[in-house]
């Protein structure tokens, strides 16, 4: 089965600073791959996600980046603010295209602190 | 568009008794909703995949019989914590996909404190 690796499992900067977490995993059938932003006591809440047919994505402040022949991704925030804090998570599928539904196979999460 | 309601977000119950928890899709109709279970300070870990209609696939290490899941219209998911212990105080949540650009979509959480 699929294997997805997270690091680090804690970031800590200053406000206005990136942070970048970075994500492996082991299945070369995975296509889907969602970072997700969890706070305490709340549900997962996507915040971006990425096919393998594209290698970069952009919203805002938030970046994804996706190497499949080294199979890792990345996520960049920059500009960072307070309210960034907060566990995030990387997340891989197989198959998550049409009425497929792969399963979700998720990182270790990181834990992001942003100091005013 | 694509949210999906978990109730309820807290629920504290005896040793012995059983809890049920429900994920609906308030605007979407989900074929298949995902149940994960979250130990503090730990990933989400997934438990069963339900399908409308017919029955929930497990994870391995899962006892189908203790957690209880029933799927029965295209709207509502529930999983049954049976005969609940201290050991099964957990966050659990559900999820479904929507489709894009929604992806897959999550409830709030229900924790689940056994006594």
């Known amino acids: 089965g699929e294997n997805v690796e997270q690091h680090p499992s804690t970031l800590s900067v200053q406000e206005g600073d990136s942070a970048v977490i970075k994500c492996t995993y082991s299945d070369s059938a995975s296509n889907y791959f969602p970072w997700y932003k969890q706070e305490l006591g709340k549900g997962p809440q996507l915040i971006i996600d990425?096919?393998?047919?594209?290698g970069e994505k952009k919203d805002q402040r938030i970046a994804v980046t996706l190497n499949k022949t080294a199979k890792h991704f990345s996520l960049h925030i920059t500009e960072t603010q307070p309210e960034d804090s907060a566990v995030y998570f990387c997340a891989a599928s197989p198959n998550a295209g049409g009425t497929s539904y792969g399963k979700l196979t998720f990182g270790q999460g990181t834990i992001l602190t942003v100091h005013p | 568009g694509a949210v999906v309601s978990q109730h309820p977000s807290r629920v504290i119950c005896k040793s012995g008794t059983s809890v049920k928890i429900e994920c609906r899709s308030l605007?979407?109709?989900?074929?298949?909703m995902f149940w994960y279970r979250q130990f503090p300070k730990q990933s989400l870990m997934l438990m069963a995949t339900s399908n409308e209609g017919s029955k929930a696939t497990y994870e391995q290490g899962v006892e189908k019989d203790k957690f209880l899941i029933n799927h029965a219209s295209l709207t509502l998911s529930t999983l049954t914590v049976t005969s609940a212990h201290p050991e099964d105080s957990s966050f659990y949540i559900c999820?479904?996909?929507?489709?894009?650009?929604?992806?897959?979509?999550f409830g709030s959480g229900t924790r689940l404190t056994v006594v």
């Open positions: 605007d979407f109709q989900a074929t298949t």
């Open positions: 990425i096919r393998s047919n594209v």
């Open positions: 999820s479904a996909r929507a489709g894009p650009p929604h992806g897959y979509t």
